[in-house]
C-alpha cells in the first residue's frame, strides 16, 4: 500500500521513471521485463496514472543503477521517505562528502564551526572551533574528542562563561531525547541518562528546552574573560542534499556573533593558530 510522504508535485516519479529509461536506453517493454512487471504497469507509472510501492521503486532505482542520491530522488518522487546509506570508507562518495566539509569549514573561519553526527558527537572542528576550546576549554581541547553537551555542560568546557546556561542545556536536551525517541540509539540514551543524574539540570528541562529550539538553532549568552558580554547565534545544518541521508546522520554546528561582524583580534588569533588536533582535518 502506498503511504504518503514527502510532498511533491503530481507526475514526479512518472517524469524521472521516464527520464532514466531512456537515459539507459531501455524500452517500456525491456524496463517491465528486467523488473518483472507489464508493460501497462510501466505506462502506467510513466504517466502517473499508478503509483508503486516502496519495494518497486527500490528495484527499479536498482536495475536502473542509480547511486544513493539518484535512488533517493526517486523515492522522494513517489512520496517516501530517503534511506540513510552508510557510506563505505574506501567510497567515492566518502571521499567526496570528506573534501567537500573539509572545504566548508575552511570557509567559515575565523568563525567557529564544527561538524557533528546526530547526538552532538564531534566528527570535524574547523581552526575557529579549534581556537575557541584551547583559549577558553584547554582541558577539553586536550581531549581527542568531545560531545557538544560536554561542552557546554560541564565545567571543564564553556558553563563558566555561559549566562544562563541552563537554557542552552535544556534545548540540547530537548533534541537528544528526541532524536533518542526517533532511533533508539544506547549510546544517546546513556549520554541522556548521565547528564539528567546531574542536579543541577532544571527539573523543568523539558519545559524550557522548548522554548529555547528554533528551526536554525539557539542563542548563547557569554561572558569570556577579557571580552565582556556578548551574544552568539549557534546555527545548525544539516550535510548533503535533501534527497541525500548519509549514515552517520551529520550536521553543520557554526556560531557566529549576534552583531554579524568579527573581532579583529579574534580573527587574528584564529590566524596565528597553528596548534593541531585530531579533529582538525587541515
Not at 530537548?174 to 541518562?193: F, H, K, R, V
Not at 519545559?207 to 538553532?217: A, D, E, F, H, L
Request: hydrophobic share 40%; net charge neutral; charged share 20%.
Amino acid at each position: 500500500m502506498h503511504e504518503a510522504g514527502l510532498t511533491m508535485p503530481k507526475g514526479a516519479f512518472g517524469r524521472l521513471l521516464k527520464f532514466w529509461r531512456k537515459t539507459r536506453g531501455l524500452s517500456q517493454e525491456s524496463l517491465a521485463h528486467k523488473v518483472g512487471s507489464s508493460l501497462r504497469h510501466i505506462s502506467f507509472l510513466e504517466t502517473g496514472k499508478s503509483l508503486p510501492g516502496q519495494e518497486l521503486v527500490e528495484k527499479l532505482a536498482e536495475l536502473l543503477e542509480l547511486n544513493v542520491r539518484e535512488t533517493n530522488n526517486l523515492l522522494a518522487s513517489a512520496g517516501y521517505a530517503p534511506t540513510s546509506f552508510t557510506l563505505k570508507p574506501d567510497s567515492y562518495e566518502h571521499h567526496w562528502l570528506r573534501q567537500s566539509l573539509i572545504a566548508t569549514l575552511r570557509g567559515f573561519d575565523p568563525f567557529p564551526a564544527m561538524i557533528i553526527d546526530q547526538y552532538g558527537s564531534a566528527r570535524m572542528i574547523n581552526r575557529g572551533m579549534l581556537t575557541l576550546v584551547k583559549r577558553f576549554a584547554p582541558a577539553t581541547a586536550a581531549k581527542d574528542s568531545f560531545n557538544m553537551v560536554d561542552l557546554i555542560f560541564t565545567e571543564q568546557g564553556f558553563k563558566p562563561f555561559l549566562i544562563g546556561w541552563e537554557d542552552t542545556v535544556c534545548a540540547l536536551l530537548m533534541t537528544l531525547q528526541q532524536d533518542i525517541l526517533m532511533y533508539q540509539d544506547p549510546w544517546a540514551s546513556q549520554l541522556l541518562q548521565r547528564v539528567l543524574q546531574e542536579k543541577s539540570v532544571p527539573k523543568d528541562w523539558r519545559k524550557r528546552g522548548s522554548k529555547q529550539m528554533n528551526v536554525t538553532g539557539f542563542v548563547t549568552t557569554t561572558e569570556f574573560p577579557g571580552r565582556g558580554v556578548e551574544q552568539w547565534m549557534h546555527v545548525f545544518h544539516t550535510v548533503g542534499a535533501t534527497s541525500f541521508v548519509s549514515e552517520p546522520k551529520l550536521m553543520i554546528h557554526a556560531i557566529f556573533p549576534k552583531e554579524h561582524c568579527c573581532d579583529p583580534k579574534w580573527e587574528e588569533l584564529v590566524a596565528r593558530c597553528d596548534a593541531d588536533h585530531p579533529l582538525l582535518p587541515y
